[in-house]
Every structure is written in C-alpha cells, then in structure tokens.
C-alpha cells in the first residue's frame, strides 16, 4: 500500500554534530512534504515543509533534501542540541488528497552531551 | 497568536464508558482535523473539517466514534463505548483553507487509557 516509512527508528548523536533524518515515501503523487518535531507528552511541532518543485528548502539549523527519483526525503539538523531530542516524522501530502497528511513512523533522535 | 486548544489532557475511563474531547483551532483557520497517535506510531487522520463541513470522515471508525464543529469552530470527538484499543493520544490540528497554505499545526493533544 501507499505508505510513508523512516529508515531509523532511533538516532543517536553527540551535541555538536549534524543530525540527517531519513524518510522513504511510496506515492509519487504527493506534491509536499513536512517535518515535524514531537517532545514527550506535547503535540508534533512544525520544523519545515517542502513542495515537490523543490530539492532543498533551509531554515534556522535545518535543511529538507527531497529526492522525487528515489522518493527519498531527508532533515538536516545543523549543530545538534540537547533541545533537538525528540521524535521527528515525516509527512506526505498527495495531490488532490485535500490536505489530507499520511504520517512515518517516526525517527528517535538522541542528543548525547 | 494562540495556538491550537485542547482538553482535557488527559482522561482514564473504563471500557464501554463513554469520553467527549474538546478542540479549538488557530482563530481564522478554517480546516480542522482530529487524529488518533497511538504508541510509538505517527498521527493518524481520523476525519478532516473544512468549516462546519466534513471533508474526509474514511478512517473514522463511525460504529462509536463522531465528531461535529457545529458552528465551524469549535469542534469535540466523541466515543461511545470505548475499547481498550482506543488508548491512545487524540490530535487536534487547525490549518488555512486547504489547497492554499497547507501546514497543520497542532495542539497538545489529549491522552486517553481505557482500562
């Protein structure tokens, strides 16, 4: 079925690094891509988005790469933080789905000090 | 600007007892949507609002949930009865009209166990 899924459950790196969070997507009609960041016990937190007339859209720390070959999509995270620790999903948006948003799995992000 | 409201926080209930879940969106955001994000798994859409409107209700189970947004804002979630595998975190997210500025925001969200 028409399903987007994470490489890496959890992720673990040392404060300072960069972080690169993975995402496969299956419907080659979804037409924009979202990130996002959700803390223990709050709601997911909107990072960044991405249209797919786009290959790499940046913000503050973070860059999303999309891939529309391989349907591959990635998060950048520039100079990881403790703060950074969360779990991180990715979303696809399908053309002419209304804003209907089919979620991953998620990725596990770990920040070591 | 506020973001998007929701309550309870939390509520533990018994099977087949019945749970209402309140949101309230982003003021001016036309589109609603309720999910359900079970452990360890991504929000999953239950049914999407556009005004007062239902949009897309297809993976609402509706045998005991509904949902309404009655005067095309606020809008509750309702279950009756409910069964242990509706544990579970409920999503409220409120966006612009949709086709146009398409990013959802969400709101805390309410933890339900069903013992």
């Known amino acids: 079925g028409e399903s987007v899924g994470l490489h890496l459950p959890t992720l673990s790196v040392q404060e300072g690094d960069n972080s690169i969070i993975n995402c496969a997507y299956s419907?080659?009609?979804?037409?924009?891509f979202i990130w996002y960041k959700q803390e223990s016990g709050k709601g997911p937190q909107f990072i960044i988005d991405?249209?797919?007339?786009?290959d790499k859209r940046q913000g503050q720390r973070v860059t999303v790469l999309l891939n529309k070959t391989v349907k591959h999509l990635s998060l950048q995270i520039a100079a990881t933080q403790p703060g950074d620790s969360a779990v991180y999903f990715c979303?696809?948006?399908?053309?002419?789905?209304?804003?209907?948003?089919?979620f991953g799995g998620g990725t596990r992000l770990m920040v070591k000090p | 600007e506020a973001g998007v409201a929701q309550s309870p926080r939390y509520k533990i209930i018994e099977k087949r007892q019945s749970v209402a879940f309140w949101c309230n969106p982003i003021?001016?955001?036309?589109?609603l949507y309720w999910y359900q994000q079970i452990l360890g798994q991504g929000p999953k859409l239950l049914i999407q609002?556009?005004?007062?409107?239902?949009?897309?209700d297809s993976q609402l189970p509706k045998d005991r949930f509904s949902a309404e947004r009655l005067k095309g804002v606020d809008s509750t979630l309702k279950i009756q009865p409910a069964k242990l595998e509706d544990s579970a975190v409920y999503l409220c997210?409120?966006?612009?009209?949709?086709?146009?500025?398409?990013?959802?925001?969400f709101g805390p969200g309410t933890r339900l166990l069903v013992l």
């Open positions: 997210a409120s966006s612009l009209v949709a086709g146009g500025q398409k990013t959802q925001y």
């Open positions: 609002f556009q005004n007062n409107g239902v949009v897309d």
């Open positions: 979303a696809e948006n399908r053309n002419n789905a209304g804003n209907m948003l089919t």
């Open positions: 991405i249209r797919s007339n786009m």
């Open positions: 419907n080659s009609a979804s037409d924009y």
């Open positions: 003021s001016g955001h036309a589109t």
